[in-house]
């Protein structure tokens, strides 16, 4: 209680460790954070406890930075937990903002997971059909783990949310901006994501190149496209999530001679991302006549992963019709 | 199916030629069921993917989008914009695991009143006979952490 | 992430005012259930029922409410917007309310008049009220914007009906075009002997109507043309004229005609379209002598000189210092620049060939009632004598009336003008043979002026009056040149095998065979007959829903000449009331980009058929010209950032609509 630097946690959930990374990415810059504030709590760095945690006062925690989307009941007593302890709680990074790649998960259920985890794929061998279980008594006492859910959720369908740090990972520059912002008290108004609200085209280094009118009789995909550096993706017949996504990336994906993906997600006008994205993709579509509109439809083979790859959760219908049990 | 259950139908007609023919139902007393909701846009070209999206998750169990014909959009060419994008969300319905007759796209001209009173009315039947969507999942509600052992 | 703010009211105080409409409404609907419903919902300040809201009264209420209860917003649930919605607007702003702080309900034609389910309809109407309710609250205030009207008019089509219009509007003083597609303004009627009921001779009535365009300093009369393209909006129509040459030069020629006197064809061996293919016309010719421009035309199809180049030119000869004729002349484009534009473009016969058994052009004295009318008219092919092909008189005569018409594997609707023709046929028949005439009909419809006292007169003729529809007609069995018409007398419960010399088929009315295409040029519908179709059958019968636009005549639907020229003349006024009011007013449903959110993406630039979007290179981001867009919003849906919006039609006051009807809270 004698510290007076404000103290900062991070915390990940159903997530690949790469926001972690974004953090330590962060470079020398982390050593003026790490001067800064106070690191009262980081799985994957240092070595506090969950009851170093839970002992302390009710929002005594300045700013809590959570990454990964919530998959499991320990991920959501930890963010309660965290909601509690924690001032502002920062959604950090596209899986707790969106729900993220763990996302996709969402069409299918625990059963279907589970199945193919522990029984299906190729280089499983498990004979007695083994699966998790949420409690198993081993020699008298109850071993429980964590219940998987059936639904993947983003951060702030559990919890209360302050800010969203978006991307997969979040670029250290906005990290960096981030963690100024609020040492220095000047945040946006609650809820907000804090990067710009507009699309990747504006700081696109390929603007330039796309034709005022652009209709495609065709959609390509990246393995069948000799990518050339220089011209906008959509007009190479490439289908690029910029126009649909948030900037604030610095366009890393396109200068790796990439179409963006999308791991922003939306801009603030927008409800849906891959509602939004669906209507301008098809927007654009050179044909009036439907047989033909198909057949190019045909060369998205997976709308979902296309349209939503790390924002199905968030979408409005968040997942696929669940069947009854 | 629940006995007695009837579907709710948010139905976006456009302004020119859908909404007129459900006025000429109207004028010329045609009966037909009274499960759809009309929302008027001005072109079915306004319709945008997130509101048939956003009617199916909140309590509609079926959406009918009615548009002018090909070639007679009041507009030129919106409802060519409407079919494109009615094509992709299809597909995206599907990966969603929602049934396909549950969405439906109607060119319905100004003076088909009857065309318009026939699709109301199948669409109504065939999403009685699929049964409620019930996708009313509201962001607040939790999922229940109870699960049954194996 | 953008969460849709579930805000309260925003301190919105909603008048709610649902209409009983008589019974129309109210009959269905639990008008009291509905408006207590109405007044239970957040942000209603006042919720009212009464009996006709649209009439003065009911229309004060609303403006006395804004006053006593400060209201802000106001909901009316009653009949389509399409009736009313202006009507309620302007009482809003009456009140003092921006006109754009309010919401319709469409309870009748979309509710009442169309369950029957009395707890439905008032489910589904306590649905639509809540949508609206929660969707005007998000309203913003909006001005209507004003554009000049030009005062120039484009008549399109030259029969009766343009030809009426167009002297109302130059008389008016409005500068006219008026483009016709045959060399020859007149139309079908032109082609008429006598008119019913007066039995006036129809050139005779419309030949000084067409001297008078001629001679209007405020008409220019442009025949052999058509419309090619139309752009632009209402009051600035920018409309190209595709004008046909005639290789002559109209100017010049003085209608003597003498090259067609002159010409190498010394026997006529064209068929003449004028007289139906019954006579034959040379290559040069007039369409019939009271043309107008009296000028000659030269059809290159079947002239000498454009098929070989080798004809020796005689019609340029005697034409001499004149020298009228150009056999140069090329297709010419004009561009005009009009406020209104009123189409008159006519209609079609029934094609009786669709019709087999009643053996038109097979037995060769079958005819079309238009056919007639050529062969009794004095300038026609046989100079007036009722002479068939083989040169006999008949002394039998059967009109067929409805052919095509009434029939439901041809055209469902009555064409209105066959009765009447039919009988005024028979009338002349007898009056020119004495033949013996029998008239089948299904039933005598004789609504107009004086329409029943001829039908009288012409029944006591002695024509044969039967009623049945023909079922067959053939050969007379002793091998003469006699048809049998086979019918079922339906008032005699017998059937007549009656044998005729003469068939005549009254055919209907059909909308031209280009219809479709002509109207898309328009940017205007069609009912599913294929007429033009009005903007409402009662009260708005010439307004199309293209501002603008409007409809004279037959292209609206069969019509007979009385009519036409009331509709031609209504017409007219209502392009002179769009004119001289100086200035139209467009809706503010516009599309607007958001500067602060535009990416620059451009997919939006294309996606506009008027050409209103444009990227603005010096920002990099798209701009909308208020004034060429249309409002249609598929811009606003196309947009993936969401950074394109349109007035009225805000996605938060659509997903508020939306919320309302699934009583999703």
């Given amino acids: 209680m004698t510290n007076t630097k404000p103290k900062v946690a991070f915390y990940w959930c159903a997530s690949c460790g790469g926001c972690e990374e974004a953090v330590v990415d962060l470079a020398e810059k982390i050593l003026d954070v790490v001067a800064a504030v106070d690191i009262v709590f980081w799985p994957v760095a240092l070595d506090f406890k969950l009851k170093d945690v839970e002992a302390m006062a009710d929002s ?130 609650k809820g907000s ?77 927008v409800r849906d991302y891959g509602g939004k994205a669906l209507s301008a993709i098809a927007s654009i579509i050179d044909s009036t006549d439907p047989a033909e509109i198909d057949s190019i439809l045909a060369k998205i083979p997976d709308p979902v992963g296309l349209l939503y790859r790390y924002s199905l959760p968030a979408s409005l219908l968040h997942r696929k019709k669940l069947e009854a049990a | 199916m629940p006995d007695g259950f009837e579907p709710k139908i948010v139905a976006f007609f456009c302004n020119w030629c859908t909404y007129l023919a459900a006025d000429l139902a109207g004028t010329s007393r045609m009966k037909y069921a009274p499960n759809i909701r009309v929302i008027r846009t001005m072109c079915s070209g306004r319709l945008d993917p997130q509101f048939v999206l956003y009617a199916l998750a909140n309590g509609a169990d079926g959406v009918l989008i009615g548009g002018c014909h090909p070639g007679d959009c009041h507009y030129q060419e919106g409802n060519y914009k409407t079919l494109r994008r009615y094509h992709l969300l299809k597909r995206l319905l599907k990966e969603y695991g929602i049934e396909e007759e549950r969405v439906r796209l109607e060119w319905i001209s100004a003076a088909e009143a009857d065309k318009l009173r026939t699709a109301v009315n199948q669409l109504v039947e065939k999403v009685r006979a699929l049964g409620p969507l019930r996708w009313c999942a509201p962001v607040e509600v939790r999922e229940p952490s109870e699960v049954t052992l194996q | 992430m953008a969460q849709r703010q579930r805000d309260s009211d925003g301190g919105a105080r909603v008048g709610v005012y649902v209409c009983h409409c008589g019974t129309n409404i109210a009959g269905t609907i639990d008008i009291y259930g509905l408006t207590d419903f109405a007044a239970s919902l957040p942000g209603v300040a006042v919720a009212r029922e009464y009996k006709y809201m649209c009439s003065d009264p009911g229309q004060a209420l609303i403006k006395q409410d804004i006053a006593d209860h400060s209201l802000t917003r106001i909901v009316v649930a009653a009949c389509s917007p399409c009736l009313h919605e202006k009507t309620f607007r302007h009482a809003t702003a009456l009140g003092g309310l921006n006109p754009y702080f309010f919401q319709m309900v469409n309870i009748r034609e979309h509710d009442s008049w169309v369950h029957t389910d009395k707890a439905a309809a008032t489910a589904k109407a306590k649905d639509l009220v809540r949508a609206a309710v929660n969707r005007v609250k998000r309203h913003q205030p909006l001005e209507r914007r004003e554009v000049s009207v030009k005062s120039d008019v484009l008549v399109v089509g030259g029969g009766i009906a343009g030809i009426h219009a167009a002297l109302t509007l130059a ?87 003498e090259c067609i006197e002159a010409c190498v064809f010394k026997q006529a061996k064209v068929p003449d379209e004028f007289n139906l293919g019954l006579s034959k016309r040379k290559p040069v010719y007039i369409p019939f002598p009271q043309a107008v421009p009296q000028v000659v035309v030269i059809d290159p199809e079947t002239c000498i000189e454009f098929k070989t180049g080798k004809c020796k030119k005689t019609c340029i000869e005697i034409c001499g210092e004149r020298n009228a004729i150009d056999l140069q002349q090329k297709e010419e484009l004009k561009t005009i620049e009009v406020g209104a534009i009123v ?221 036409t020229v009331a509709q031609a003349g209504a017409a007219a006024g209502e392009a002179l009331a769009l004119i001289d009011a100086g200035a139209f007013e467009l809706e503010p449903s516009t599309a607007y980009v958001l500067k602060d959110n535009c990416s620059g993406c451009k997919t939006c630039i294309g996606l506009c058929p008027y050409q209103a979007i444009s990227f603005v290179e010096d920002r990099k981001q798209a701009e909308i010209n208020e004034i060429l867009c249309k409002g249609c919003g598929t811009c606003v849906a196309a947009c993936p950032s969401g950074s394109i919006r349109q007035h009225l039609f805000e996605d938060e006051e659509i997903l508020e609509e939306i919320d309302g009807v699934l009583a999703y809270a």
């Avoid at chain 1, 007009?235 to 994906?253: D, H, V």
């Avoid at chain 3, 018409?405 to 066959?418: A, F, G, I, L, W």
């Avoid at chain 3, 043979?433 to 107009?448: C, K, N, Q, W």
């Fill in chain 1, 60 to 189: 005594s925690i300045v700013a809590t930075f959570l990454n990964g989307a919530i998959r499991t009941s320990e991920q959501e007593e930890m963010a309660h937990l965290l909601r509690r302890k924690s001032q502002m709680l920062i959604a950090f990074g596209a899986c707790s903002h969106l729900g993220g790649i763990p996302g996709l998960g969402n069409l299918w259920d625990r059963a279907s997971i589970f199945h193919r985890a522990y029984q299906e794929s190729p280089s499983t061998v498990n004979p007695e059909g083994t699966v998790p279980q949420p409690s198993c008594p081993q020699n008298g006492h109850p071993l429980t783990l964590p219940v998987f859910f059936d639904t993947v959720r983003s951060l702030d369908q559990v919890v209360e949310v302050d800010y969203y740090l978006p991307g997969c990972a979040p670029p250290a520059g906005l990290l960096a901006k981030a963690v100024q912002a609020l040492l220095s008290g000047n945040l946006p108004p």
């Fill in chain 1, 193 to 269: 994501v804090l990067a710009g609200d507009k699309a990747l085209c504006e700081e696109c280094p390929r603007k330039d190149s796309r034709p005022e009118k652009l209709t495609l009789k065709e959609f390509k995909r990246p393995h069948q496209v000799l990518i050339d550096p220089e011209k906008c993706m959509m007009a190479q017949n490439l289908i690029c999530m910029g126009p649909a996504t948030r900037g604030g990336c610095e366009a890393r994906c396109i200068n790796g001679n990439m179409p963006c993906t999308g791991c922003f997600g939306p801009t603030d006008n």
């Fill in chain 3, 171 to 257: 008389n008016a003083g409005k500068r006219v075009y008026l483009v016709e597609r045959e060399p020859t303004i007149g139309g079908h009627m032109a082609m008429f002997d006598k008119t019913f009921p007066t039995l006036d001779c129809a050139a005779c009535i419309l030949t000084p109507k067409m001297t008078a365009v001629k001679m209007h300093p405020n008409i220019t009369l442009w025949t052999m043309s058509e419309v090619a393209r139309v752009e632009g909006y209402v009051g600035n129509y920018r409309v190209t004229v595709k004008r046909k040459p005639r290789y002559v030069i109209e100017e010049l020629c003085l209608g003597c005609m």
């Fill in chain 3, 343 to 563: 189409l008159a473009t006519g209609f079609r016969i029934f094609d009786a060939k669709r019709i087999p058994y009643y053996g038109y052009g097979e037995y060769p004295n079958v005819y079309t009632g238009l056919e007639v009318e050529r062969l009794i008219n004095a300038a026609g092919p046989t100079g007036g004598e009722l002479v068939m092909r083989g040169g006999r008189k008949p002394t039998s005569v059967g009109i067929i009336h409805c052919v095509g018409s009434r029939d439901e594997h041809t055209n469902r609707y009555c064409s209105r003008v066959c009765c009447m023709y039919s009988l005024k046929l028979a009338h002349l028949i007898k009056e020119k043979t004495g033949a013996e005439v029998y008239s089948l009909y299904i039933d005598i419809r004789a609504p107009g002026k004086a329409f029943e006292e001829f039908y009288n007169r012409v029944a006591e003729e002695g024509i044969r009056l039967i009623r049945g529809k023909v079922a067959d007609i053939y050969p007379a069995p002793n091998g003469g040149s006699g048809l049998v018409l086979q019918v079922e007398d339906t008032l005699l419960c017998r059937v007549h095998k009656i044998l005729v010399d003469m068939v005549v088929l009254a055919t209907g009315l059909e909308p031209r065979a280009d219809a479709q295409e002509v109207r898309r040029r328009f940017n205007i519908g069609c009912s599913s007959e294929g007429f033009f179709l009005e903007r409402h059958p009662k009260l708005a019968p010439v307004n199309t829903f293209t501002d603008g636009i409007f409809l004279a005549g037959c292209c609206q639907g069969p019509k007979d000449i009385p009519d």
